[in-house]
């Protein structure tokens, strides 16, 4: 089954504390993103990735950080710096970055107490 | 910076009413896409428009790109209990390489 997989599906931590969350693509897709989604709310690109080892902050960066070591992973840290971490957050990837359509994991729900 | 905003932010409607849904952007696309977005689910895609003037058809949902391909709508015919969720358009500037999601509009179909 080709998918994108984000894990865990709900998570909870503790204000101050770090928080990775993991994504993975089979699709054989150059390009990543992470969105943040907000109760209500349309997609907010946090960082993108056309390629490996290379990646873009996009509208919403402060507070996060990714790696693209690998095709297929693009992890997201949520730091202690961001103000407002609790949120609903989507991985992407498209084939390339142009004008491929998304292709979405079932996300993952972030509370932060 | 780009800006892609959706009217109605929330429809309500009984089921076989029709529903269209309005995308207008800050600057012209190269492209749009729609993409339909289940409660509690992830954002699925539908379709892309890429010709100004452009329209398709999935079934029921037409969608339609404008002339001057600064705007474009879903409109759905006799809407099902299924067509519930959020509709999303995103659009892309051709010198620019992300992705722009507009506000999105929440449907909700009574039976």
């Known amino acids: 089954d080709g998918g994108i997989t984000q894990s865990p599906k709900y998570l909870f931590r503790k204000e101050g504390q770090n928080v990775t969350l993991s994504c993975e693509q089979n699709?054989?897709?150059?390009?990543m993103y992470w969105y943040r989604q907000d109760p209500g709310q349309g997609l907010r690109l946090i960082y993108y990735?056309?390629?490996?080892?290379?990646?873009q902050k996009g509208d919403i960066a402060e507070g996060y950080s990714v790696s693209r070591e690998k095709k297929e992973s693009f992890p997201l840290t949520v730091t202690s710096a961001q103000k407002n971490p609790t949120a609903f957050y989507l991985c992407?990837?498209?084939?390339?970055?142009?004008?491929?359509?998304?292709?979405f994991g079932p996300g993952t729900r972030l509370t932060v107490t | 910076g780009q800006q892609v905003m959706q009217i109605p932010q929330y429809q309500h409607v009984q089921e076989g009413e029709d529903f269209t849904t309005y995308c207008n952007s800050s600057?012209?696309?190269?492209?749009i896409q729609w993409y339909k977005q289940r409660p509690g689910g992830h954002p699925v895609f539908l379709i892309q428009?890429?010709?100004?003037?452009e329209v398709k058809k999935q079934k029921r949902l037409t969608f339609q790109f404008g002339e001057a391909k600064k705007n474009s709508s879903l409109h759905i015919t006799a809407t099902q209990t299924t067509d519930v969720g959020t509709y999303f358009c995103?659009?892309?500037?051709?010198?620019?390489?992300?992705?722009?999601f507009g506000t999105g509009t929440r449907l909700l179909v009574s039976p």
């Open positions: 992407a990837s498209s084939l390339r970055q142009t004008t491929y359509e998304q292709y």
């Open positions: 699709l054989n897709h150059d390009a």
């Open positions: 990735s056309q390629i490996v080892n290379d990646f």
């Open positions: 600057t012209t696309l190269s492209n």
């Open positions: 428009l890429v010709k100004s003037g």
């Open positions: 995103a659009g892309k500037t051709s010198g620019f390489q992300k992705l722009v």
